[in-house]
């Protein structure tokens, strides 16, 4: 079993849809959990964190489900601009004070005009 | 936000060379760095994870001897391919983490082996 699971797209989206990303981790001792960007052959970039209380910033809703280990992205009104892959990303405990993040395969969205 | 920097960005080499990759953390200091690989459509697979002034810490299937790290200061990480072969081919990236958790990326360099 995967240990970062996402929703395996493309997804195509006309502009101002709402779009939604799913994703499952498997170590229930996670700790903390992001959701990255990748443009093409770019390095990763982080879009927010992922709190369990929910947050939200702007037109990116995040949520986690500690207890069902789920994560989930909602990006509302999209743009052209939004068009990337969408990467969940998993902080784990490696041992001692160590963490090392562990990524999922990614989404790619690409919102059309 | 802070800066990483990778050189070089771009490298094509002949199969049996060695290829060095520098990553530098630009305004903080990093006692920790992570190198990972990316195959096209793949995620990004952690390598190793490199401290200053010790040994690098390999994940399993990563061999030691053939991905050598240096972690010399608290602002670069040195990873070299040794006798590189096609299947090396990839993008690199290395990321610094600034404090328990926070990493940041540098913009990655991607190899190619003749």
């Known amino acids: 079993r995967k240990e970062v699971e996402q929703d395996p797209g493309p997804f195509n989206v006309p502009e101002g849809a709402t779009v939604a990303f799913n994703c499952t981790y498997s170590n229930s001792a996670s700790q903390s959990f992001f959701w990255y960007r990748q443009d093409c052959r770019k390095e990763p970039k982080l879009l927010m964190s992922?709190?369990?209380s929910g947050n939200e910033d702007g037109r990116f809703t995040a949520q986690l489900n500690r207890a069902s280990q789920y994560i989930s992205l909602l990006i509302r009104d999209s743009k052209l601009s939004d068009s990337a892959t969408y990467l969940c990303?998993?902080?784990?405990?490696?041992?001692?004070?160590?963490?090392?993040?562990?990524f999922g395969k990614g989404t790619l969205l690409t919102v059309n005009p | 936000g802070a800066v990483v920097s990778q050189h070089p960005s771009r490298v094509i080499c002949k199969s049996g060379t060695s290829v060095k990759i520098e990553c530098r953390s630009l305004d903080f200091q990093a006692t920790t760095m992570f190198w990972y690989r990316q195959f096209p459509k793949q995620s990004l697979m952690l390598m190793a994870t490199?401290?200053?002034?010790?040994?690098?810490?390999?994940e399993q299937g990563v061999e030691k001897d053939k991905f050598l790290i240096n972690h010399a200061s608290l602002t670069l990480s040195t990873l070299t391919v040794t006798s590189a072969h096609p299947e090396d081919s990839s993008f690199y990236i290395c990321?610094?983490?600034?404090?328990?958790?926070?990493?940041?990326f540098g913009p990655g360099t991607r190899l190619t082996v003749t």
């Open positions: 990321s610094a983490r600034r404090t328990a958790y926070e990493q940041y």
């Open positions: 990303v998993v902080n784990e405990n490696s041992g001692g004070s160590n963490y090392k993040l562990t």
């Open positions: 490199s401290n200053e002034g010790s040994k690098a810490t390999y």
């Open positions: 992922v709190y369990s």
